[in-house]
């Protein structure tokens, strides 16, 4: 078909560029993991207890087994597995706080066994050789996409996606409160989970490739190091680096689950939004106390692009008055 010339506009999006270039794009981060661990006839999987299910059950929709390790406190392994042939060893770039340990110790341990899962880590960059996935809708505002980096190589054709009817809940909460279309972003997240591995769109590539990384990295380390200075005294996890980082959220760790329900339900009435990663591993009978602890006990505060550190400071406020006054 010939180029359209004229008509009416689509909607309008900066030209920027692609944060990975060298990525392959897909539907989400699962579709990467699946792609990946086929084309490598992985047979097992090495991996964490402390993870969404999505992972799990990605890797066993595509005949891998899985095999589950166990974190020490500062959400390293405990002992590094011996891999045999076929197996592959997936590690959580944990709050995007981790790079160090994956640079200094995991990577040249494992080399290209070893898979990192930067769905919580989009700006940490992928180490040479490193097979890397991305999900990118954890950080920006788009309503799905994955990036794989350091695939191996073979044939990657990848049948198309389409996400125009996927952007309800995102432009829904740009007019009204975000608990008005709570409901589409969950039947969103419920058709991804059942979605073939397939391409990027290109209005989910489009709308990445127009953000300005720069401006929302820099406000995102900034607030991390807010909440890190207002908080840290209160928490159990010690993993924030001291250089600029621009993770996630900031994880707080408390000690009493009592106390971490009861502070959750409070934010929640004043409208302060703070997720749960994850429920699955309260639930699990294979969970280890530490995991099921940081699974009920951790609080991932916000610090992302949109909040600064007035927003900050109130959060922190609130967090401070909740913890004496309980
Ligand atoms: C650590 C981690 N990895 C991977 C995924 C899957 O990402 P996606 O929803 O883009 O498939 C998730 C959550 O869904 C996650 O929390």
Redesign the pocket.
Known sequence: MPEAIGGYFELELRQGYSLYPHALGFN????ALKALLSANGTLTLHLPHY??H??PDAAQSVGAGLRRYALDPHLELTTLPTLDANEQLLY?NYFGLKDSYICNVLAPHYGERLII?N??GLFSPALAGIPT?Y?P?KFVGVPDG?WLLNAPAGDWELPASQSSSHFDALLGRLEAAPEQHYAQFQRVETA?AGAPVAAMSNSTRRVLDSLDYPSIMARRQSNLSVLAHALETHNRLDIVPTAPTAALCYPLLLSDCAHVRAIREQLLSERIFVPCYWQEVVNALHSPPMERQLATCLLPLPIDQRYDAKHMARLAERINTLLATS
């Not at 989400?28 to 579709?31: I, K």
């Open positions: 989400s981060a699962r579709s993870i969404c999505a992972v959580v899962d769905s919580q996935i999900s809708r994955g991804l």
